[in-house]
T-cell receptor, first 113, second 115 residues
Framework: IAGITQAPTSQILAAGRRMTLRCTQD?????MYWYRQDLGLGLRLIHY???????GKGEVPDGYSVSRANTDDFPLTLASAVPSQTSVYFC????????????FGQGTRLTVV | AQSVTQLGSHVSVSEGALVLLRCNYS??????LFWYVQYPNQGLQLLLK??????LVKGINGFEAEFKKSETSFHLTKPSAHMSDAAEYFC?????????????FGKGTLLTVNP
């Protein structure tokens, strides 16, 4: 059972470059999320999608974009990376409804230099 | 709007001692509450959740949490700490309107277990 697969696991990126973090789930969950984790700040929601074809902004969306062309995939794109985007990025998914838990991938560690 | 406050960014206990990790929430709608654990260099794993019904919720690895609406709290406890419990713990609340449910996390509490 794969669950949620994120790629790459880590990346060093030059500032100004474009980067797409990939996320695929095999649980047929409608909702998907992208979080960033920074020391002392916990997990902050970047973007989310309640169902294929729809997306929404989270707490810290600036500098990031997402798309949800189908149920399984939810890529996160940094159009022009900046050092403040150095972080660990987690993708998650959940079934529809407020009482459902989210399942997380293993994370992508991104360093922007 | 919803938010979570975890009291204490770092808690240190001795092996065999009681573990108490504090979480208070704010939510404009009936909350759904979760505790997650994160081991080093891993993703988050669900420990337990409160949705409706019994206010004392039991989770994995001997952890439990009690939902107290009057105190807007959802503290996590374990009677006897084990070395393997050393990890970071996150409290989260889920709420919203219609189908717009988002999971909001606290800043986390790092649990250290001393031999």
């Amino acid at each position: 059972i794969a669950g949620i697969t994120q790629a790459p696991t880590s990346q060093i990126l030059a500032a100004g470059r474009r980067m797409t973090l990939r996320c695929t789930q095999d649980m047929r969950h409608n909702a998907m999320y992208w979080y960033r984790q920074d020391l002392g700040l916990g997990l902050r929601l970047i973007h989310y999608s309640n169902t294929a074809g729809t997306t929404g902004k989270g707490e810290v969306p600036d500098g990031y974009s997402v798309s949800r062309a189908n149920t399984d995939d939810f890529p996160l794109t940094l159009a022009s990376a900046v050092p403040s985007q150095t972080s660990v990025y987690f993708c998650a998914s959940s079934a529809t409804g407020a009482n459902t838990e989210a399942f997380f991938g293993q994370g992508t560690r991104l360093t922007v230099v | 709007a919803q938010s979570v406050t975890q009291l204490g960014s770092h808690v240190s206990v001795s092996e065999g001692a009681l573990v108490l990790l504090r979480c208070n929430y704010s939510s404009s709608v009936p909350p759904y509450l979760f505790w997650y654990v994160q081991y080093p260099n891993q993703g988050l794993q669900l420990l337990l959740k409160y949705t409706t019904g019994a206010t004392l919720v039991k989770g994995i690895n001997g952890f439990e949490a009690e939902f107290k609406k009057s105190e807007t709290s959802f503290h996590l406890t374990k009677p006897s700490a084990h070395m393997s419990d050393a990890a970071e713990y996150f409290c989260a609340v889920k709420g919203g309107g219609g189908s717009n449910y988002k999971l909001t996390f606290g800043k986390g509490t790092l649990l250290t277990v001393n031999p």
